[in-house]
């Protein structure tokens, strides 16, 4: 039961196959089973899980109207706060703390009835690509427990692949959905920035964050984006527009006459040769499905790590500020006489990590008096010009695409002392957040050298989100039927009664 | 004792002004939350994940406070940005909840305005005209409360209490620009003005304009140059300034203290900010 789709669960619960409780307690009972190997997981909110389940069931039962999703279990990156369940962000900074609060996102699962398994594992504060930053300890990829699910949502993306939930939310500041997805096997979507409101996401770098669906296949994930997407009020920079048509799209999967871009810098040198074998094949199979493949350029998307890195630790330089042991979360050396300037500095000393210390200190620097211009003014400039090489592309093509990372899954501690390699990693995956566009990840099969998952992206214009939905079905639809089953039954078995 | 008298100073030196004057409005709802702002509420129970700057909140602008601020800069005669840019002033004290202040930078909503103010002369009554350098909307902070020690200030202090209840209240700062040629009217003008600001925001009905408990407050800028010279002397800033007397004073006290420091040869000191707390006079 737990291996099958979003969408087939929905079947069998809208059937009365089964119920949301059965289907609920069976996943618990894979987490039971599997996460002390995986680490997916900080928190499994077990009798709030089965509550709700519990009152979907109910509200079946009277014969409610519900929503598609209604009942399906679902993992939750832990950078979106749940009211009373604990949030941490990965960070021993929010230690113990229980928000009062319920973020956008899970106000709208939760009146989907979507059932919210408990908080994914990831990066601290959302600064990695590869689940090391956490405070709480790696997650280990499902297809190689040695090996980074990716970050920094690789808590949700392994849940996923390791099928301890169907349906996961990351949140994607420079590759953060897409990049878990490609090495994990499963599929991730960055929405275009405001489709999805940030409310209550706690902010890494506000210019960039965004909330997005992860799921095993591309129709599930476009059913939970339709769930959680939308016009928000409480979100300055949420997009007051119709919800872009992501499930008729992936339920068609139609590209005849799409014209698919190449993005010519997201290729050939620094890629591994496996990717670039798993991606030329997939622009076949999309060719034999009717889209023409064109080459795009974007001369500018070899300044967008550089700028990156001055925008994103600039803003989580002030984000962070917050976390100042004053009104919650961690308080380290409050004794008599301590002044609050010390308690502060104690209690950061203590609570972050080394990778968000290095950049907010950065970020600090970035944006100190005199520096503004050279550094956060400039990198703002490439951010447009960035922009432009997109718009000038999509007048060229529908959808743009690249291989999502440049290699497959790394060993754990391979990159840990080496941030530039680390950040390298997110190349092909930080242009889409700087644009604020729209990204998707799905699995375009294994590298021959590893065996390990290839991740393909595709690209979309602003609110033009249903076009990576097409784009991904039709490609997903293409690889199915080559590989007779879905990729993940290829992932070794964790042991368990799955 | 200084023998030095107001005459003596004037007779040497030309004032020079400079006023911010910070004005809470009183829309219903806070600046970026829907909080209540009523005054004097217990302690924290006008506060939200927005205001108390909870993991994940985000700020939505007061329209109100917008309109507000806009009428203000009309009242003023400044001229309205089409496109205005709020900015975040980082730095870090426990009364603010973010570590930021959302506040206007280099995009004000409202700028280049003036305010003709009249004042009694010897030579009858005489017009100023004081140039407006910018109206711009922020937000207010929380309220500290430090217990023990001498000083009320948070070193040296057994505790500190924090009332969020005034935090995010929206506030409204009009800056001049340097103000010259006041000669020993200075100090009147400088009441006269935020007199005059005080009965037009009344009249526009967007603020409650209580100097005592806030609502309308003054930062009283103050340098002095020799007569005949047109560079600007060091300034000094006195915060916080809660009436319309006290406006006056400071800047009549700032003038003799700079004149006595100038006179010895000795520099006011660059930026010195002088924290005064003026005792409660009528205005």
Not at chain 1, 307 to 315: G, M, N, Q, T
Not at chain 1, 469 to 489: F, H, I, N, Q, T
Not at chain 2, 91 to 119: A, H, L, R, T, W
Request: charged share 20%; proline share 5%.
């Amino acid at each position: 039961m737990i291996k099958n789709s979003a969408a087939e669960m929905a079947q069998s619960l809208a059937s009365g196959s089964t119920t949301s409780v059965a289907l609920t307690q069976a996943h618990l009972d894979r987490i039971a089973e599997v996460d002390e190997k995986v680490h997916a997981f900080l928190h499994v909110d077990t009798q709030g899980a089965l509550k709700q389940a519990a009152d979907v069931d109910a509200a079946r039962a009277r014969g409610e109207k519900l929503s598609p999703l209604a009942g399906v279990p679902l993992a939750l990156k832990d950078v979106l706060v749940q009211k009373d369940v604990p949030t941490t962000c990965g960070s021993k900074i929010l230690e113990g703390w229980r928000p009062p609060y319920d973020s956008t996102v899970v106000s709208k699962l939760k009146s989907a009835g979507v059932v919210i398994l408990g908080k994914t594992n990831m990066d601290e504060f959302a600064m990695g690509s590869s689940t090391e930053n956490s405070a709480y300890g790696p997650t280990h990829n499902p297809w190689d427990l040695t090996r980074i699910p990716g970050g920094s949502g690789g808590g949700s993306s392994a849940a996923l692949a390791a099928f301890e939930a169907p349906l996961a939310i990351g949140t994607d500041t420079g590759g953060s959905i897409r990049q878990p997805a490609a090495v994990t096997g499963t599929v991730g979507v960055k929405p275009t920035y405001g489709g999805v409101s940030r409310y209550g996401l706690v902010a890494f770098s506000s210019s960039l964050d965004q909330a997005g669906p992860c799921a095993r296949t591309v129709l599930d994930t476009a059913l939970l984006h339709e769930v959680i997407a939308g016009h928000d009020p409480k979100d300055s920079t949420s997009i007051n527009a119709p919800v872009p048509q992501v499930v008729a799209a992936a339920k068609s999967g139609d590209v005849k006459g799409m014209k698919i871009g190449v993005v010519k810098e997201l290729n050939g040198d620094g890629y591994q040769a496996g990717v670039r074998q798993r991606f030329e094949e997939s622009l076949e199979l999309l060719a034999q499905a009717g889209a023409e493949i064109v080459e795009v350029s974007a001369p500018n998307f070899e300044y967008a790590l550089a700028a990156y890195y001055l925008i994103a630790p600039s803003e989580c330089s002030s984000n962070l500020a917050r976390f100042d042991a004053m009104r919650y979360g961690l308080r380290v050396g409050d004794t008599d006489g301590a002044s609050a300037e010390s308690v502060m500095n104690m209690t950061r000393e203590v609570g972050f990590g080394r990778e968000v210390k290095r950049r907010i200190l950065l970020g600090t620097y970035a944006l100190s008096s005199g520096y503004y211009d050279a550094y956060y003014g400039s990198a703002q400039k490439v951010r447009t010009l960035i922009t432009q090489d997109f718009n000038n592309a999509f007048a060229k093509c529908d959808v743009m695409v690249s291989p999502t990372c440049p290699t497959t899954a790394f060993k754990i501690g391979e990159k840990a002392n080496d941030p530039l390699a680390m950040y390298l990693n997110d190349i092909a995956t930080i242009p889409v957040n700087m644009a604020g566009i729209g990204g998707m990840s799905l699995p375009c099969g294994v590298a021959p050298e590893d065996g390990l998952p290839v991740g393909f992206q595709i690209m979309s214009p602003v609110m033009q989100d249903q076009r990576m939905y097409s784009v991904g079905a039709a490609l997903e639809a293409a690889l199915l039927s080559k590989w007779g089953a879905p990729l993940l039954s290829q992932a070794p078995s964790l042991g368990g009664a799955a | 004792m200084s023998a030095l008298t107001y005459e003596d100073v004037i007779s040497k030196y030309e004032p020079v002004l400079g006023l911010e004057v910070h004005v809470e409005l009183n829309t219903n709802s806070k600046m970026f939350c829907g909080c209540s702002t009523i005054f004097g509420a217990e302690p924290n129970t006008q506060t939200c994940p927005v205001c108390l700057a909870l993991p994940g909140a985000l700020p939505v602008v007061n329209e109100k406070a917008i309109e507000s601020t806009i009428l203000i800069g009309l009242a003023l005669n400044c001229s309205i940005a089409p496109f205005s840019r709020f900015a975040r002033k980082n730095y870090f004290y426990p009364d603010m909840p973010k570590n930021f202040q959302i506040s206007q930078y280099d995009e004000p909503i409202c700028v280049n305005g003036y305010v003709d103010v009249e004042i009694d002369t010897d030579e009858g009554t005489q017009s100023f005209r004081i140039e407006i350098e910018r109206v711009h909307m922020e937000e207010d902070t929380g309220k500290s409360l430090h217990v023990g020690g001498s000083t009320g200030r948070i070193h040296g202090a057994d505790y500190s209490l924090l009332d969020y209840n005034r935090a995010g209240i929206p506030l409204v700062e009009i800056v001049t620009k340097i103000v010259p040629g006041t000669g020993k009217y200075a100090p009147e003008v400088a009441k006269a003005y935020v007199a005059e600001l005080r009965d037009i925001l009344r009249a526009l009905g967007v603020s409650d304009v209580k100097m005592e408990q806030g609502s309308l407050r003054c930062d009283a800028n103050v340098s002095l140059r020799l007569i005949g010279s047109d560079v600007l002397g060091t300034r000094s800033e006195t915060k916080n300034v809660n009436s319309l007397r006290s406006v006056e004073r400071a800047v009549r006290g700032e003038m003799i203290r700079h004149a006595e420091r100038l006179n010895k040869g000795e520099k006011v000191k660059k930026l010195f900010k002088k924290l005064v707390t003026f005792k409660k006079t009528p205005a």
